[in-house]
C-alpha cells in the first residue's frame, strides 16, 4: 500500500477478521459468510499461485453471476493477478479471441 491506500482484498480481509460470521454473499438459496467467502477466495489464491500466477499476470474469470464469481475476482487479486471478466454467454470462439489478444495467463 502506498499513501495509506487499500487495495480492495486488503480490505476484505480485514472485515473477515473482524467479522467472519456476518453474511457476504447472499444468491439464491446460497448465503455465505465472510470468514467461508475468505477460504474460497483464498483457495482460489492457492490454485493459481500453484499454477504459476503472479503479479501483473492476467487471469479469465469465465463465471456466471452468482457465489462462485466473488471468490475467482478475490482469489485472483489474492494472488497477486488482475482478473479479465469473460462472459460465459459469449460463443467459444470469441472467447478464444479475447483470452489471445489479452494474452491470459
Same mark, same amino acid.
Given at each position: 500500500?502506498? /499513501? /495509506?491506500?487499500? #487495495?480492495v482484498h486488503e480490505l476484505f480481509r480485514e472485515i473477515v #477478521?473482524? =467479522? &467472519? =460470521?456476518?453474511?457476504a454473499v447472499v444468491a439464491g438459496t446460497v448465503r455465505l459468510s465472510y470468514a467461508e467467502l475468505g477460504r474460497r477466495s483464498a483457495a482460489v489464491a492457492a490454485a493459481l499461485r500453484s499454477a504459476g500466477v503472479g503479479r501483473r499476470d492476467l487471469v479469465g474469470v469465465c463465471v456466471e453471476r452468482g457465489p462462485h464469481l466473488l471468490p475467482a475476482l478475490l482469489g485472483t487479486l489474492e494472488a497477486g493477478a488482475a482478473w479479465v471478466g469473460? %462472459? &460465459?454467454a459469449y460463443p467459444a470462439e470469441r472467447l478464444r479471441l479475447i483470452a489471445? %489478444?489479452?494474452a491470459l495467463a
Open positions: 500500500m502506498s /499513501g /495509506g491506500e487499500a #487495495r #477478521r473482524t =467479522d &467472519p =460470521d456476518r453474511t469473460l %462472459d &460465459p489471445a %489478444d489479452a
